[in-house]
């Protein structure tokens, strides 16, 4: 019964998103495109994207498949069905991906378009084109979640032996799909945006001298298709995955409590209720959002997500209490406990965001510390962008253990799986500012590309400028939502597994291991990945070297150049240098926990949380600080073309692939390896008797 | 008894060391000099490094004193004497630091000179030189270690409760000294020489464009100083420390067995008596070092390793069997067991220093592929160079790993102590090898500097290419054995303050936390050092800027250049620098352990351990790697003067402070804190009931 309305509610806020989703899809598309020089060069843009993602989701075809085959000869009896909730997971990732750049793509030549009419229109359009993707990431994977246990309590039966023993471990199927797909549209969408970057770039605006955008550089579409599939896409499928992940995480650790097996049910489904209410508190958020003439963008922003929280805060507490009816669990914790731990989860996500504001925004001293290291030259640009990247662990660790401690202080490893829900509540509008983000950058690319007049450049750049800082508050989430997502998943395989905890100590000699091992795979992705950018950036800069040599029109504009010679070099080596770190990712949890046993998978998973954790941190602030004293210089009086300006751009160079490749790789590594380790739970128990 | 055969063997063992290193000194001394120009230039060196240590030394008084104080009144009953046998271990070590560095002073000269005649004469001055500090630091240790033992058993009993209950803890106090000194020196030292390095290459050779070493650069004096008190008294001091730690270790790990008290003491004293035949064995071994004309030092090095190594792992088995007397713990280890773990240390640390030599050496992929991406400028060096440092990591933590497990599962934690034991037990002429190095490169900057014939270069030159190949191999050493030692220590904290190894999950909410703050110490650790840099790099770059501005007869050698001014600015910054790093290494577990328990301080030591030993092998391999392609480029027909060059070096200098200064600063932070939390493991237990 209980269930049943769980399930009813959940389906009816997840199918509100969607539809929201799709009804401003079609509003987008009803918006005027604008000139015809705008629809050609943003259907450039859009064609690639799409070119690419489908490429992409078949090179994906053949591992799905073995996947899915792995699950289904793996497993035995009913747990042969993980196979299907796995593709369902993988496919619900793909389709939001997919839909979410779809609609960026068309969003952004509205918005270059809308700016003729001032910031609120184009406002509007960019954040309803980021909308569009903050909605349906939610709706879909909140749908999924209900629709698996609904179908399957439906048919299997809705006793809690049912639930545990048959329908929870199908639904770690449903994430395991969503965490495949996330990994690489993370690593390839990031390996092709940064090798467009780069190329574009080192060769465009430091050899021939022309500025950013410029259509007659050949690498700008592959820059621009690299925005939506990297930051649109790409951050899409990996949010998705925290998501499902941390709501999959909960549900298992409430119904691995030491209650009643009533009071189970109750514990787990909780997570999937807080989620609903959330999505409806996000949609709220986004009414919110309009700008006035002259103010900022950034203020209207703020107040969208800012209501959304406030909403949830609000709802959490009366939820909690009608669910659980007064109960109390054995050692004292109860309601109260539960909603406060959301809430920590929710105001140290915030936390975490402006920390992360600090270390990369433009006012404060660290990058003001770049920026004059810029001075000396290169060397010291780097030196001091690292020191900076290194120093700004240290406060989202803080925050990051604080709630971790507190959390569990209130309502034990429930409470830190409702801490991390908390921190991933508003999702919706979160999600949906962050995808405004590449969207604004894009509308100001096309306005330069389709020589707009100026006031629309302004107009893109004010949004722009507020996009910057919502992608460094983004990247702050994801990686503090990534890191307890990860936690609470390794604590449901440890409780799924049903070890001992007194056997998983930090001086056991199997766990020690597993914990160097670990720490040493996001080391290895990470490198893996700045290699494969350094090898696509270079067949760039070759292949944009030679359209300059052979076609000398192209400065002078009567020549056009091969804009599809570039995206294609994207694309192919994109395609080609994700699979080795995907795979390690995914081979690597099952060798250990098949070969060394338990302990050491235990060991292995949090060695790469954490070393996973420090590192994401490091490279996306240090990227973060670098591209900003970049920008400060090219804003100041001492201008671009000086030394000091070649440096700057030496160190953005090098915070691309860190900020917007390795780093937010890594989070979708950690929770995919700790997914992974929860799907073969059974088997492994199994294994190892 | 037993105990009395030990001590005398092991203070006989020591006393030969230090004999040893005290004739070759005065060997040295007895040594040709030269032309007055290189006396004159390598008293400038001389007096630096003495000044600088000096002046350092000073520094640390007063928070020596107070450490002293704090374990005086921290303290109860005999333990208090921890006061003592504190200050005896900050005295050794400083000692063995200064004598070390004496020598090499003198040595450098010396070398030169020797090379007028030939390889093998400068080979055997300068390894000769090596070899004072490489014997000092063995034998000071383990006098240190034998006589504490000695003199405590001789007033307190040498029944095993005394041994265990007031000695060995008293033992700890020596190791922290060693430890605190340590830090510093490798702190102090690594900020010094890199500002000099970096301000003389920088403005002497890239911005006036005069070569390496040229005596006109007013920072050459510096840097070579530098050389001194970085790379010969701040490794000195490192390693002494390592030594220390684990033989410590493996005592109480030893004394803690699960066997009779008359077993543990024979297992406790067995890694003494182990240490002193290594150091015999290390003494023959150097009598191996000679060079044919024509004929590669480095053969004639790796044949003095060599054969140490081998007579090292001759004597194992004997010694372990006479000394246990073919008892077998319980659960099946005896002799043999033993024996085998201690050649896997020994085995391990070749593999780890060979693996460096391959990500480090010239003739490699690594580096060459670093070459090939200085073609498209800094940035992409800079990026390949951090790809190949991510990826270094892999296999030397493999091999950290395998060693862990396999002398685990033959014999235990103590298994590991002895594993680690292992990797040092040739630490006399390893170290001997590695103190060569800087001797080499300062008598090729001599050379330079006197303007000494072309052949005496080439000699120098012929040293010195060995030279780096041999710091490679022994930062692998270096990071490998923290590594183990760090563990081992651990493992002796949590033993001798008798906590449950079932309270210690890594899924314990305390422990995690622990895990995560510990992680990010060393990225904060780093991340000052490096700010260190750059700040007194620029403070450096200025003052020669201004000197060659104010004084242009530099140039042509009608005026000379003001060395002790930059001498000055090396010191000052280096010793304002090194305190803060310091005080948080020594502050943060004392913190924890006080505030938030036993539990968290397990965490936080295994988190700083895991994240350190990632990071130190990350920094070091990317420097070293960087290094030499940079060399490679300056030997090719490219050559200097390039863009590629000019890549290169950009690459080179950001390297210089992740392999010098931050890099192995990290093996010392590791050991330091661990060892702290042995030392107060008493009042912790006191104090946490």
Not at 221 to 229: E, F
Not at 531 to 538: K, M, N, T
């Amino acid at each position: 019964m209980f269930l049943n309305l769980v399930i009813v509610v959940s389906v009816i806020c997840s199918l509100i998103a969607i539809i929201y989703a799709i009804a401003k899809n079609n509003w987008i598309k009803r918006m005027p495109v604008g000139n015809e020089e705008i629809m050609r060069i943003s259907g450039y843009i859009s064609d690639g994207a799409q070119a690419f993602l489908k490429r992409e989701y078949i090179v994906l075809i053949p591992f799905t498949i073995i996947v899915a085959l792995f699950l289904a000869v793996g497993n035995t009896g009913t747990l042969r069905l993980q196979s299907i909730s796995f593709l369902v997971g993988a496919f619900a990732s793909a389709l939001t991906g997919y839909f979410g750049m779809q609609t960026a793509t068309k969003a952004n030549s509205r918005t270059a378009w809308a700016a003729l009419e001032g910031l609120n229109p184009a406002l509007k359009v960019a954040f309803t084109g980021g909308s569009v993707m903050g909605m349906m990431v939610v709706g879909l994977a909140l749908l999924g979640i209900s629709a698996i246990i609904g179908l399957f309590s439906f048919i299997f039966g809705s006793s809690f032996t049912d639930l545990n023993g048959t329908i929870f471990p199908l639904l770690t199927g449903f994430g395991l799909g969503a965490s495949s797909i996330a990994l690489f549209a993370r690593v390839g969408g990031g390996i092709f945006t940064k090798a467009a970057d780069v190329g574009a770039d080192l060769v465009g605006k430091v050899e021939v001298g022309i500025p950013e955008d410029d259509p007659r550089n050949p690498a700008v579409i592959a820059d621009n298709v690299g925005d939506n599939v990297g930051d649109v896409a790409g951050m899409g499928a990996d949010l998705f995955e925290s998501y499902v992940g941390v709501i999959i995480g909960c549900i298992i650790l409430g119904a691995n409590m030491a209650v009643p097996d009533e009071m189970r049910i109750r514990f787990a489904l909780l997570p999937i209720l807080l989620a609903g209410f959330g999505i409806l508190a996000s949609i709220i958020g986004t009414f919110f959002v309009k700008a006035k003439e002259g103010s900022s963008p950034q203020k209207a922003l703020n107040k969208g997500s800012f209501i959304a929280s406030i909403l949830s805060a609000l709802f959490i507490y009366p939820i909690v209490n009608i669910v659980l009816g007064g109960y109390v669990v054995e050692g004292g914790f109860g309601a109260i406990e539960i909603s406060l731990s959301a809430v920590i989860g929710l105001v140290s996500g915030t936390l975490i965001g402006l920390i992360t504001e600090y270390y990369t925004g433009t006012d404060w001293k660290p990058v003001k510390e770049i920026e004059k290291a810029c001075i000396t030259g290169p060397a010291t640009t780097i030196i001091s962008g690292i020191g900076v990247g290194m120093l700004s662990t240290f406060f989202p660790i803080l925050t990051i253990s604080g709630a971790l401690i507190g959390s569990f202080l209130l309502a034990g490893f429930y409470g830190i799986g409702i801490a991390a829900l908390g921190m991933l509540l508003t999702l919706g509008i979160q999600l949906s500012v962050d995808a405004y983000g590449p969207i604004a950058d894009n509308a100001g690319g096309l306005a330069v590309m389709s020589a707009m007049k100026s006031s629309v450049r302004k107009v893109t750049d004010q949004l722009d400028a507020v996009g910057n800082t919502t992608a460094a508050i983004g990247k702050g989430f994801a990686i503090g939502s990534a890191a307890l997502t990860a936690i609470i998943l390794i604590s449901a395989f440890t409780q799924s597994v049903g070890i001992e905890e007194g056997t998983l100590s930090v001086t056991n000699a199997l766990v020690m291991t597993g914990l160097f091992l670990g720490g040493t795979i996001p080391f290895l992705f990470s490198a893996l990945s700045m290699q494969a950018i350094g090898v696509s950036a270079s067949a760039m800069i070759e292949e944009v070297r030679r359209q300059f040599r052979e076609k000398p029109g192209i400065l002078n504009n009567t020549e056009v150049p091969n804009y599809r010679a570039c995206v294609d070099i994207s694309t192919q080596t994109a395609l080609k240098k994700m699979i080795f770190p995907g795979v390690i990712a995914i081979i690597s949890p099952i060798l250990i926990g098949f070969t060394f046993g338990i302990e050491m998978l235990v060991g292995f998973l949090v060695g790469a949380t954490l070393s996973g954790v420090l590192l994401a941190i490091f490279m996306a602030n240090a990227g973060g600080a670098w591209d900003n004293a970049k920008k400060r210089i090219e804003a100041s009086e001492v201008g671009k073309a000086t030394d000091m300006h070649k440096a700057a751009v030496v160190g953005d160079t090098v915070g691309d692939p860190f900020k917007d490749t390795a780093g937010p790789s890594l989070n979708t590594l950690i929770k995919l390896m700790a997914i992974i380790a929860l799907v073969i739970a059974p088997m492994l128990k199994t294994f190892w008797g």
